[in-house]
């Protein structure tokens, strides 16, 4: 037997003492113990290039990935070496359905970072969209929140230009009041210069006088208003040119780029399913070839020795 042979009956879990007795299983267990490795190297594959994304460098993700391949393939290969062979099928599936279980979130954490591997380039265009959404977002926050402020002044200008209408107005009633009383149209009815007409002359002074500062009064708070409008829109200006695009490329934003293609896409949603499917069977491979062949000579001999086992170590107990 070959060294490569003997390294994917290890990767199998096998007893290869007993084996030995059954030359007719080693094939079957070749396989098993190779499907293992290759899921452990799939993983190993996979923890690499996600830690690269996450910590963009080689020395690192290399040395975790090595790691996290060794620990799947160690849990693969303790799952395959824990089932046993029962004569009924019913009780071989019914001890396995935990295992698949596992096995299934196993093929996840193994084929997410592959997909991100496979559609890297409709990945990154999709991120390079999702930035400028995300700037055009903040741009668009940034108006509206100057669109408030701006009708907040203007509001103030209208009570502003209100007022001011408003005392006009008064005023143009009162020097239409005085020149009545003037030319006999109106007040008294005399047309002469009297001491009413002198009257309301002064109050068309006291209030033409109280017009003129509400003017300047006017003039001012205008002016500041419309310094403040100046002054808002040139912040704004300088905010929009200050934003800046978010660099999320990690696998967060990866995954979340690729959800949305696959939403849009029917062909890469089945693509990415298929995908997913092609290492659930790549890994739940191993344990269904193991439960669902026939029971052979090496199963036969593993109960004996088993059995055997537990018999002496009761003996051992009793006495």
């Known amino acids: ?186 007040g008294s009815g005399k047309r002469n210069l009297g001491p009413i007409y002198e009257v309301k002359k002064a109050n068309l002074q006291a209030y033409q006088q109280e017009l003129s500062e509400f003017k300047e009064y006017h003039d001012r708070q205008f002016l500041k208003l419309q310094n403040q409008k100046d002054s808002l829109r040139n912040a704004s200006a300088m905010a929009i040119e200050n934003i800046q695009q978010p660099m999320a490329n990690g696998p967060a934003a990866q995954l979340h780029a690729l959800n949305r293609l696959s939403s849009r896409s029917s062909t890469l949603w089945w693509a990415v399913f298929f995908i997913t499917l092609l290492f659930i069977i790549v890994e739940s491979t191993p344990i269904l070839l193991k439960t669902l062949t026939p029971r052979g000579p090496y199963d036969e001999l593993l109960d004996r020795l088993e059995k055997s086992y537990l018999k002496r170590h009761k003996k051992s107990q009793l006495s």
């Not at 089932?83 to 001890?95: P, V």
């Not at 380039?121 to 999702?130: H, N, R, S, V, W």
């Not at 408030?148 to 006009?168: F, N, P, R």
Request: charged share 20%; aromatic share 10%.
């Open 1 to 186: 037997m070959n060294k490569v042979s003997k390294f994917f009956l290890f990767c199998s879990g096998v007893h290869q003492p007993l084996l030995e007795e059954c030359p007719s299983e080693k094939n079957k267990f070749v396989g098993i113990g190779a499907s293992v490795f290759f899921t452990g190297l799939f993983a190993c594959i996979a923890a690499t290039y996600t830690l690269m994304i996450v910590f963009n460098s080689y020395l690192i993700p290399i040395i975790i990935g090595l790691f996290w391949g060794l620990m799947i393939f160690n849990l693969d290969r303790y799952i395959i070496s824990s089932i046993r062979k029962y004569e009924s099928l019913k009780m071989n599936l019914w001890s396995i359905i935990p295992r698949l279980i596992l096995a299934c979130m196993l093929s996840l954490v193994i084929a997410k970072p592959l997909e991100l591997k496979i559609f890297e380039q409709e990945i990154t265009d999709e991120l390079t969209l999702i930035r400028r959404e995300i700037t055009q977002q903040q741009t668009d926050s940034i108006n509206q929140q100057l669109k408030s402020e701006l009708q907040l002044i203007e509001l103030k200008e209208d009570q502003l230009g209100g007022e001011l209408a408003v005392k006009t107005n008064k005023r143009d009633e009162l020097v239409k009041t005085a020149q009545q009383e003037a030319d006999g149209t109106g």
